[in-house]
């Protein structure tokens, strides 16, 4: 069973497409995120989301949208996409964002390489 | 602003040793910090979580502490495996209610 899932799995693209990262968690959690993980390995939050509240990372350009269909499912739409978006991007999830001892699981991730 | 550093970047030791990670961050006002581990190719895998209150946490061979008013944690992983060869991230969930990530320390172990 997997409990954190990412599709696709690679993405290649040319520049100005639109595209979109689809995440799906089976853990019955309250709290998605979206990381992004450049080429020097630095992983760097973008959002998290329930179903109460957007965090956005300030430094995340408008061109990233999170979309949530229900709560157990958080896409990544990006828009105009620029050579600099080449990446691996990860979804997790966690119980809640609390104070305390929330564990957050993450997908395979996904490989975007924009030409 | 929360900055979060591990050291060494790579290290590489003989089968059956112990070893220690380390990870500093600037901020002491945390909620949490977390050691996860990355595997080549693949997603993050959560090891060990601390809570601000408590002073480590073990799981089998892997002993995590954290010092909070000093802003380090250490990762003692005993009698390393090949298995245990990763990327091994630390990360601090601070007043952002956001994870704050290291860049990393790359563990190989030789056989």
């Known amino acids: 069973d997997t409990a954190v899932s990412q599709t696709p799995k690679y993405l290649v693209t040319q520049m100005g497409n639109d595209k979109s990262i689809k995440c799906e968690q089976n853990l019955g959690h309250d709290t998605m995120y979206w990381y992004k993980q450049d080429s020097k390995k630095f992983l760097k939050i973008m959002f998290s989301?329930?179903?109460?509240?957007?965090?956005i990372n300030e430094t995340v350009p408008n061109r990233f949208s999170p979309k949530s269909p229900d709560k157990a499912h958080l896409n990544l739409h990006i828009n105009s996409l620029e050579l600099g978006d080449s990446a691996v991007y990860f979804c997790a999830s966690s119980k809640a964002v609390s104070e305390g001892g929330d564990t957050q699981y993450f997908g395979p991730g996904t490989r975007l390489t924009v030409l | 602003k929360q900055e979060v550093t591990q050291i060494p970047a790579a290290l590489s030791v003989p089968e059956g040793e112990n070893l220690v990670l380390n990870c500093s961050f600037t901020?002491?006002?945390?909620?949490?910090l977390q050691w996860f581990r990355q595997d080549p190719g693949k997603g993050l895998t959560s090891l060990l979580l601390i809570q601000s209150s408590q002073r480590e946490q073990t799981s089998g061979r892997l002993n995590a502490s954290l010092d909070k008013s000093s802003g380090r944690s250490t990762l003692y992983i005993a009698a390393s495996q090949p298995g245990d060869s990763a990327t091994y991230l630390c990360?601090?969930?601070?007043?952002?209610?956001?994870?704050?990530f290291g860049s990393g320390t790359q563990l190989t172990v030789l056989p």
């Open positions: 990360a601090v969930k601070g007043s952002a209610r956001q994870l704050t």
């Open positions: 989301y329930n179903n109460k509240e957007l965090i």
């Open positions: 901020d002491s006002a945390i909620y949490n």
